[in-house]
């Protein structure tokens, strides 16, 4: 099974950049779905983006859309969330999280999909 360790979080003002790492292990990883998730305290964990396989399709989560990008080194077992034009609402901790397999386009991710998920790290965007 895959094992995920998240990195990258940190403090940021409204309208910076940051990019989460995910570093991965296992032999699997190459053949399986990532994903991104966040959850603020006391509510649930939302869904923000996943990629494919292969790196050829990702999706985001509408409140993302246009600002964040996932992208995937299958050579070095990394996933990347780079976040542009943060907003004060994007603060919470986001967990990388590997799937149980791979899907096919037009798949609606959600949480059941993932089956190993890291420690999740920090993200506070100041106004």
């Known amino acids: 099974q895959v094992q995920v360790v998240e990195s990258g979080g940190g403090l940021v003002q409204a309208g910076g950049s940051l990019r989460l790492s995910c570093g991965a292990s296992g032999r699997t990883f190459r053949t399986i779905a990532m994903g991104w998730f966040r959850q603020a305290p006391g509510k649930e964990r939302e869904f923000v983006a996943a990629?494919?396989?292969?790196?050829?399709?990702?999706y985001y989560a509408d409140s993302v859309k246009g600002r964040f990008t996932i992208s995937r080194d299958n050579a070095k077992k990394t996933v990347y969330l780079q976040m542009n034009s943060l907003k004060p609402e994007d603060t919470t901790v986001y967990y990388c999280?590997?799937?149980?397999?791979?899907?096919?386009?037009?798949?609606?991710?959600?949480?059941?999909?993932?089956?190993?998920w890291g420690q999740g790290t920090q993200v506070t965007v100041s106004s």
């Open positions: 990629v494919n396989w292969s790196g050829g399709s990702t």
């Open positions: 999280a590997a799937g149980a397999g791979d899907y096919g386009l037009g798949h609606i991710y959600e949480q059941a999909d993932f089956v190993s």
